[in-house]
Nanobody
Framework: QVQLVESGGGLVQPGGSLTLSCRAS????????MRWYRQAPGKERELVAG????????NYANSVKGRFIISRDNAKNTLYLQMNSLKPEDTAVYYC????????WGQGTQVTVSS
C-alpha cells in the first residue's frame, strides 16, 4: 500500500503561483501512474493532471492546460504540481492519486485563490 501526503497549498492572489507536493511512502512509487485531482466546495472531484510512471507523458484538464505543470521525482518518491496564473475557480482541495493499486485518498491540501 502507498501512503500519500499532500502539501504546499495556501492562500494566493489571482495571477499568483503555488507548487504542490505529494510525498508517497510505502510500496513502489516509480512504477505507477500519478495524478492530481481537485474538489471544490459543492462539486465533484475532478482530474487536473496526470503523468506516466517515467514522467515522459503528461496530460491536463482543459481548464488548467498552459498554466499548470505536473512533474515527478522518482528518486524522492514525490509528485509535484506547479500552478501558475491562478484563478479564483482553481480554489479547491487538491489530492494526488496513483494507479494501479489505489486504496484511499490522502488529506489533500487546500488552495484558495482570492484577492
Amino acid at each position: 500500500q502507498v501512503q500519500l501526503v499532500e502539501s504546499g497549498g495556501g492562500l494566493v492572489q489571482p495571477g499568483g503561483s503555488l507548487t504542490l507536493s505529494c510525498r508517497a511512502s510505502g510500496r513502489t512509487f516509480s512504477g505507477r501512474v500519478m495524478r492530481w485531482y481537485r474538489q471544490a466546495p459543492g462539486k465533484e472531484r475532478e482530474l487536473v493532471a496526470g503523468i506516466s510512471s517515467s514522467g515522459g507523458k503528461t496530460n491536463y484538464a482543459n481548464s488548467v492546460k498552459g498554466r499548470f505543470i505536473i512533474s515527478r521525482d522518482n528518486a524522492k518518491n514525490t509528485l509535484y504540481l506547479q500552478m501558475n496564473s491562478l484563478k479564483p475557480e482553481d480554489t479547491a482541495v487538491y489530492y494526488c492519486y496513483y494507479a494501479p493499486g489505489f486504496t484511499s485518498w490522502g488529506q489533500g491540501t487546500q488552495v484558495t485563490v482570492s484577492s
